[in-house]
């Protein structure tokens, strides 16, 4: 079936150290989503993009959906403490009848 | 007001025991999900619904059903529980159709099987 995994599982960077995270789907995906989850939290949407190759940014965070629409990357630029959570790319398969999250990427900061 | 509520947060039952999870939305949005979250916190859907159609991963049990009394909510019932079925459960909402754009998600119900 269907898989959507994310490398890596965990991350433990000093604050003020990028991040990336990589996502890879097992077919093509519709459109590529990102949630950020803090501890003890719940989902919350981030981004989405939908073009093969399309490059997105908010503030210290740049997404990229590959061009084969099968991976992307999310990557952060400066950790701050505030960032901390885990990250889940998502979408759903090419005929849209499932939806599919990734495995996630727990980030740490360490201040 | 709280867009995606679930109620109860915590529920703690024994195995055997049949429970539900109640989901209700004020943002109008036309489909309703519930997810799994285990404690490697993967996520997995186990449904998705609209007003026309019913989506259940195939991997889900059957003793796990989704009922609708109206638009605004979609309760999660679960028959003869399971040790195995102890994980947070989440409850989301959007606007379009399944899948195609963000997700509001509830709190999560933290379930645990005795």
């Known amino acids: 079936g269907q898989q959507v995994m994310q490398i890596p599982q965990y991350q433990h960077v000093q604050e003020g150290e990028d991040f990336t995270t990589y996502c890879n789907s097992s077919t093509t995906l519709s459109n590529i989503q990102w949630y950020k989850q803090r501890p003890g939290g719940h989902p919350v949407f981030l981004i989405q993009l939908v073009k093969s190759g399309e490059v997105k940014k908010q503030k210290r965070l740049t997404f990229q959906f590959g061009e084969a629409k099968k991976n992307s990357s999310l990557h952060i630029t400066a950790t701050q403490t505030t960032d901390v959570g885990t990250y889940f790319c998502a979408g759903p398969s090419r005929g849209g009848n499932q939806f599919y999250f990734g495995t996630g990427t727990s980030l740490t900061v360490i201040p | 007001d709280t867009a995606v509520s679930q109620t109860p947060k915590y529920l703690v039952t024994q195995m055997g025991n049949d429970k539900s999870i109640k989901c209700e939305q004020n943002?109008?949005?036309?489909?309703m999900y519930w997810y799994k979250q285990d404690s490697k916190k993967f996520l997995k859907i186990m449904f998705s619904?609209?007003?026309?159609?019913?989506?259940i991963n195939e991997t889900v049990p059957n003793r796990f059903s989704p009922k609708s009394p109206d638009k605004a909510h979609l309760n999660l019932h679960i028959n003869s529980l399971e040790l195995g079925d102890s994980a947070v459960y989440f409850c989301a909402t959007s606007k379009g159709a399944s899948g195609g754009i963000e997700q509001f998600f509830g709190p999560g119900t933290r379930l645990t099987v005795l």
């Open positions: 619904y609209n007003n026309k159609e019913l989506i």
């Open positions: 943002l109008g949005h036309d489909t």
